[in-house]
């Protein structure tokens, strides 16, 4: 019987896809061989469901493994690959990120308390016009005037600037555009972008409604699944 070790670390998805990918290449798992089920797996590493599931679609991406019904199996001749899971771009993503929580997270809770009633509308307006049917590029033009708005909403200049800069790292990335453009990427992205439009929907209302607390919460959840998405389920 294959065995895992368990997971302890916080990017769980990418470790499990790395164990898993591991016992493919190393014939652990042969190929035309059915892969455990997601409960065994998930079982065995001491997870939820859902981080197996990211994990096996980075797999899928990669061409690894294929559907066949509700199993997944390795494919009969495995791709050519490399993967570098000390991935340049994506220790990028998580300085991103960090450093996106440590700015973001009080300028949402300025705008939420301080925002003029035209600014909250403002926001609010702005998710109206996300559509998951717009181009990539279409999408992250109105993602980056939506997080403007709101850090304009604080009323801080000053924070406003210094945002301004982390935003400009962020949308004018090579890494991370060649990340997202990526053809083998496309499904996961287009998910991502589903997801990331229901919570600038939530936010935008939390703020619309001056609710301090939950407009912190719904920014802290927003980033964590941004980052996840990015660094676990893109290859």
């Known amino acids: 019987m294959t065995t895992f070790e368990p997971i302890t670390r916080e990017t769980l998805s990418s470790q499990i896809r790395d164990q898993l990918l591991d016992k493919i290449i190393t014939g652990a798992i042969e190929p035309g061989g059915r892969v455990p089920s997601e409960r065994a797996l998930s079982e065995q590493f001491g997870v ?130 060649s990340m997202l453009s990526d053809d083998v990427n496309r499904t996961e992205v287009d998910k991502i972008v589903g997801e990331t439009i229901e919570q600038h929907a939530a936010l935008a209302r939390a703020i619309a409604d001056g609710d301090v607390a939950r407009a912190a919460d719904e920014g802290t959840a927003h980033l964590a699944a941004v980052e996840r998405g990015l660094v676990d389920r893109l290859v």
Do not use: W
């Open 48 to 177: 939820a469901r859902t981080s197996v599931r990211e994990a096996m679609q980075g797999l899928l991406s990669l061409g690894v493994i294929e559907r066949r019904g509700n199993r997944s199996f390795v494919v009969e001749h495995l791709p050519d690959l490399t993967l570098d899971t000390d991935d340049a771009r994506k220790e990028f993503v998580r300085q991103l990120f960090e450093t996106r929580r440590l700015l973001e997270i009080p300028i949402i809770e300025l705008a939420a308390e301080r925002a003029t009633d035209t600014q909250r509308s403002e926001i609010r307006e702005i998710t109206e016009r996300f559509d998951v049917a717009m181009t990539l590029g279409e999408f992250r033009e109105l993602d980056r005037a939506f997080h403007t708005a709101i850090a304009r909403a604080s009323c801080n200049p000053l924070l406003v600037e210094v945002y301004g800069k982390v935003l400009g790292r962020l949308f004018q990335s090579d890494d991370l555009a």
